[in-house]
Nanobody
Framework: QVQLVESGGGLVQAGGSLRLSCAASGRTFRSYVMAWFRQAPGKEREFVVAISSSGARTIYADSVKGRFTISRDNASNTVYLQMNSLKPEDTAVYYC???????????????WGQGTQVTVSS
């Protein structure tokens, strides 16, 4: 089992940047696929990006390609989401998730953090 704690959210102007962090407990972090999802008010949760256990493979949602970058540090049990050129439509609660299979569907991820709010003002 793994516990996930996100941090780094906040309020930023359009065009700005934020870096989210997700700290994971447990010695098996390096075996998990990690992902970020987000949920805006009144909308369903949507996939943002995922990274394989080794970090060699990544999948990005089209809406964030070229603007967001996922990375992981298995030595510190942390996954990061660097968000650049933020837009008001990126406003959402961002969730970190861990699973066994790389994919874009939320059912593939068994463990979830509590979320961190990102608000982008226009």
């Amino acid at each position: 089992q793994v516990q996930l704690v996100e941090s780094g959210g906040g309020l930023v102007q359009a065009g700005g940047s934020l870096r989210l962090s997700c700290a994971a407990s447990g010695r098996t972090f390096r075996s998990y696929v990690m992902a970020w999802f987000r949920q805006a008010p009144g909308k369903e949760r949507e996939f943002v990006v995922a990274i394989s256990s080794s970090g060699a493979r990544t999948i990005y949602a089209d809406s964030v390609k070229g603007r967001f970058t996922i990375s992981r540090d298995n030595a510190s049990n942390t996954v990061y989401l660097q968000m650049n050129s933020l837009k008001p439509e990126d406003t959402a609660v961002y969730y970190c998730a861990a699973g066994q299979v790389l994919g874009t569907r939320d059912y593939r991820y068994a463990y979830w953090g509590q979320g961190t709010q990102v608000t982008v003002s226009s």
